[in-house]
Protein backbone atom coordinates (compact mmCIF):
# COMPACT_ATOMS: atom_id res chain seq x y z
CA UNK A 1 0.00 0.00 0.00
CA UNK A 2 1.25 3.11 -0.59
CA UNK A 3 2.08 5.56 1.87
CA UNK A 4 1.26 9.86 2.45
CA UNK A 5 4.08 11.03 1.18
CA UNK A 6 6.25 12.99 2.84
CA UNK A 7 5.79 17.00 4.09
CA UNK A 8 9.51 18.66 5.13
CA UNK A 9 9.21 22.27 5.63
CA UNK A 10 12.48 24.40 6.00
CA UNK A 11 12.03 26.97 8.47
CA UNK A 12 14.87 29.63 9.91
CA UNK A 13 15.10 33.51 10.23
CA UNK A 14 15.77 35.74 7.43
CA UNK A 15 19.53 34.75 6.75
CA UNK A 16 19.99 31.73 8.38
CA UNK A 17 21.00 29.43 5.08
CA UNK A 18 17.49 27.47 4.72
CA UNK A 19 16.87 27.67 1.30
CA UNK A 20 20.21 27.18 -0.08
CA UNK A 21 20.38 23.60 1.45
CA UNK A 22 16.85 22.51 -0.23
CA UNK A 23 17.65 21.76 -3.62
CA UNK A 24 20.62 19.35 -2.28
CA UNK A 25 17.83 17.69 -0.25
CA UNK A 26 16.01 17.34 -3.44
CA UNK A 27 18.96 15.99 -5.29
CA UNK A 28 19.43 13.38 -2.65
CA UNK A 29 15.82 12.31 -2.48
CA UNK A 30 15.49 11.84 -6.41
CA UNK A 31 18.60 9.85 -6.75
CA UNK A 32 17.11 7.70 -3.71
CA UNK A 33 14.13 7.01 -6.33
CA UNK A 34 11.51 9.80 -4.74
CA UNK A 35 9.71 12.04 -6.69
CA UNK A 36 9.61 15.57 -5.07
CA UNK A 37 8.40 18.78 -5.36
CA UNK A 38 9.93 21.75 -4.13
CA UNK A 39 7.95 25.01 -3.31
CA UNK A 40 8.18 27.87 -0.86
CA UNK A 41 5.55 29.98 1.32
CA UNK A 42 4.41 33.11 0.67
CA UNK A 43 4.14 31.44 -2.30
CA UNK A 44 3.72 28.26 -4.39
CA UNK A 45 0.83 28.79 -6.39
CA UNK A 46 0.07 31.88 -9.26
CA UNK A 47 -2.31 33.50 -6.40
CA UNK A 48 0.01 32.95 -3.02
CA UNK A 49 2.56 34.74 -5.44
CA UNK A 50 0.86 37.50 -6.27
CA UNK A 51 -0.20 37.66 -2.18
CA UNK A 52 3.59 37.25 -1.26
CA UNK A 53 4.75 40.21 -3.75
CA UNK A 54 1.82 42.36 -1.45
CA UNK A 55 2.76 40.66 1.91
CA UNK A 56 6.73 41.66 1.30
CA UNK A 57 6.21 45.05 -0.22
CA UNK A 58 3.06 46.91 0.60
CA UNK A 59 2.23 48.16 4.40
CA UNK A 60 -0.30 46.54 6.57
CA UNK A 61 -0.68 45.52 9.80
CA UNK A 62 -0.51 42.31 11.45
CA UNK A 63 -4.31 41.09 11.20
CA UNK A 64 -4.20 41.80 7.47
CA UNK A 65 -0.74 39.98 7.62
CA UNK A 66 -1.60 37.16 8.81
CA UNK A 67 -4.63 36.72 6.63
CA UNK A 68 -2.57 37.14 3.33
CA UNK A 69 -0.28 34.43 4.69
CA UNK A 70 -3.53 32.15 5.46
CA UNK A 71 -5.27 32.79 2.08
CA UNK A 72 -2.23 32.24 0.06
CA UNK A 73 -1.54 28.83 2.68
CA UNK A 74 -5.06 27.60 1.88
CA UNK A 75 -4.53 27.75 -2.15
CA UNK A 76 -0.98 26.26 -1.76
CA UNK A 77 -2.28 23.37 0.11
CA UNK A 78 -5.21 22.68 -2.19
CA UNK A 79 -3.57 23.12 -5.48
CA UNK A 80 0.03 21.95 -4.68
CA UNK A 81 0.64 20.49 -1.33
CA UNK A 82 -2.42 18.09 -0.28
CA UNK A 83 -2.11 16.51 -4.26
CA UNK A 84 1.76 15.49 -4.15
CA UNK A 85 1.41 14.14 -0.70
CA UNK A 86 -1.61 12.12 -1.84
CA UNK A 87 0.72 11.08 -5.15
CA UNK A 88 3.09 9.68 -2.34
CA UNK A 89 5.55 12.39 -3.35
CA UNK A 90 8.44 14.34 -1.28
CA UNK A 91 7.34 18.07 -0.48
CA UNK A 92 10.00 20.18 0.62
CA UNK A 93 8.49 23.71 1.24
CA UNK A 94 10.48 26.52 2.79
CA UNK A 95 8.53 27.86 5.37
CA UNK A 96 5.42 27.11 6.33
CA UNK A 97 3.24 27.78 9.33
CA UNK A 98 5.62 28.12 12.12
CA UNK A 99 6.93 31.46 10.01
CA UNK A 100 3.54 32.58 10.68
CA UNK A 101 4.14 31.75 14.39
CA UNK A 102 7.50 33.24 14.39
CA UNK A 103 7.05 36.28 12.32
CA UNK A 104 3.36 37.67 12.48
CA UNK A 105 2.93 35.98 16.66
CA UNK A 106 5.99 36.60 17.99
CA UNK A 107 7.64 39.46 15.89
CA UNK A 108 4.62 41.41 15.55
CA UNK A 109 3.30 40.46 18.77
CA UNK A 110 -0.06 39.29 17.03
CA UNK A 111 -2.68 36.83 19.28
CA UNK A 112 -1.30 33.57 18.57
CA UNK A 113 -4.91 32.16 19.40
CA UNK A 114 -6.14 33.49 16.26
CA UNK A 115 -3.45 32.45 14.64
CA UNK A 116 -4.33 28.46 15.87
CA UNK A 117 -7.74 29.70 14.89
CA UNK A 118 -6.53 30.38 11.39
CA UNK A 119 -4.41 27.19 11.26
CA UNK A 120 -6.99 25.00 12.01
CA UNK A 121 -9.36 26.42 9.55
CA UNK A 122 -6.63 26.57 6.60
CA UNK A 123 -4.78 23.10 7.19
CA UNK A 124 -8.02 20.82 7.57
CA UNK A 125 -10.94 19.89 5.56
CA UNK A 126 -8.23 18.88 2.55
CA UNK A 127 -9.78 15.37 1.79
CA UNK A 128 -12.93 14.58 1.42
CA UNK A 129 -14.48 13.61 4.67
CA UNK A 130 -10.96 14.08 6.26
CA UNK A 131 -11.24 16.91 9.16
CA UNK A 132 -7.30 16.39 9.85
CA UNK A 133 -5.23 18.82 10.68
CA UNK A 134 -2.22 18.84 7.82
CA UNK A 135 1.12 19.54 9.46
CA UNK A 136 4.79 19.12 8.07
CA UNK A 137 5.95 15.58 8.80
CA UNK A 138 8.88 16.99 10.02
CA UNK A 139 10.58 20.95 10.59
CA UNK A 140 14.20 21.50 9.72
CA UNK A 141 14.68 24.38 11.86
CA UNK A 142 17.90 26.34 10.92
CA UNK A 143 18.86 28.26 14.04
CA UNK A 144 20.68 31.33 13.77
CA UNK A 145 21.53 34.37 16.78
CA UNK A 146 19.99 37.63 15.31
CA UNK A 147 23.18 39.27 15.07
CA UNK A 148 24.94 36.97 12.71
CA UNK A 149 21.39 36.80 10.84
CA UNK A 150 22.11 40.21 10.40
CA UNK A 151 25.55 40.19 9.53
CA UNK A 152 25.07 37.94 6.72
CA UNK A 153 22.51 40.19 5.19
CA UNK A 154 24.06 43.41 5.03
CA UNK A 155 24.40 44.16 1.54
CA UNK A 156 23.47 40.73 -0.09
CA UNK A 157 20.27 42.90 -1.58
CA UNK A 158 17.76 45.17 -1.19
CA UNK A 159 15.45 44.18 1.80
CA UNK A 160 12.01 43.52 1.82
CA UNK A 161 9.77 44.92 4.61
CA UNK A 162 10.64 42.02 6.76
CA UNK A 163 14.16 41.89 6.12
CA UNK A 164 14.77 45.94 6.95
CA UNK A 165 13.11 44.78 10.45
CA UNK A 166 15.89 45.66 13.24
CA UNK A 167 17.62 42.85 14.97
CA UNK A 168 15.09 42.50 18.38
CA UNK A 169 12.28 42.20 15.71
CA UNK A 170 14.67 38.99 14.74
CA UNK A 171 15.20 38.02 18.42
CA UNK A 172 11.64 37.96 19.17
CA UNK A 173 11.09 35.99 15.65
CA UNK A 174 13.97 33.27 16.76
CA UNK A 175 12.18 32.89 19.96
CA UNK A 176 8.66 32.18 18.48
CA UNK A 177 10.25 29.64 16.32
CA UNK A 178 11.56 28.12 20.01
CA UNK A 179 8.34 28.45 21.33
CA UNK A 180 6.95 26.64 18.47
CA UNK A 181 9.64 23.50 18.81
CA UNK A 182 8.84 23.42 22.63
CA UNK A 183 5.12 22.42 21.60
CA UNK A 184 5.58 19.96 19.35
CA UNK A 185 9.38 19.07 19.56
CA UNK A 186 8.69 15.70 18.00
CA UNK A 187 8.19 17.16 14.94
CA UNK A 188 11.70 19.71 15.22
CA UNK A 189 15.10 18.87 14.05
CA UNK A 190 16.92 21.76 15.31
CA UNK A 191 20.02 22.70 12.84
CA UNK A 192 22.80 24.83 13.96
CA UNK A 193 22.91 27.58 11.81
CA UNK A 194 26.18 29.39 12.85
CA UNK A 195 28.40 26.45 11.91
CA UNK A 196 29.91 25.89 8.35
CA UNK A 197 27.73 25.17 5.51
CA UNK A 198 29.38 22.07 5.03
CA UNK A 199 28.61 20.98 8.67
CA UNK A 200 24.87 22.04 8.60
CA UNK A 201 24.92 19.80 5.63
CA UNK A 202 26.14 16.88 6.92
CA UNK A 203 23.76 17.46 9.98
CA UNK A 204 20.82 17.87 7.80
CA UNK A 205 21.54 14.12 6.08
CA UNK A 206 22.05 12.55 9.05
CA UNK A 207 18.43 13.91 10.22
CA UNK A 208 16.87 12.38 6.95
CA UNK A 209 18.70 9.46 7.34
CA UNK A 210 17.48 9.25 11.25
CA UNK A 211 14.33 9.96 10.48
CA UNK A 212 13.72 7.30 7.98
CA UNK A 213 12.82 9.90 4.92
CA UNK A 214 15.89 8.87 2.84
CA UNK A 215 15.14 5.46 3.89
CA UNK A 216 11.47 5.55 2.64
CA UNK A 217 13.12 5.96 -0.89
CA UNK A 218 11.42 2.67 -2.41
CA UNK A 219 8.46 3.08 -0.28
CA UNK A 220 5.49 4.55 -2.92
CA UNK A 221 7.84 5.87 -5.56
Given amino acids: ?22 EAVAEVLRRAGRTVTVTREPGGTK ?17 TESLVVFAGRRDHLRTVIAPALARGEVVLCDRFTDATFAYQGAGRGFDRGVL ?11 QEGVDTL ?5 TLWF ?47 RLDAALPREAVRARLMEVLQQRGVAGAAGEGA
Fill in 1 to 22: MQRRGWFITFEGIDGAGKSSHI
Fill in 47 to 63: LAEALRALLLHEAMDAL
Fill in 116 to 126: SQLERITQSGL
Fill in 134 to 138: LQPDL
Fill in 143 to 189: DLPAEVAAERLEGARVPDRFEAQPVEFFRRVAQGYADRESADPGRFA
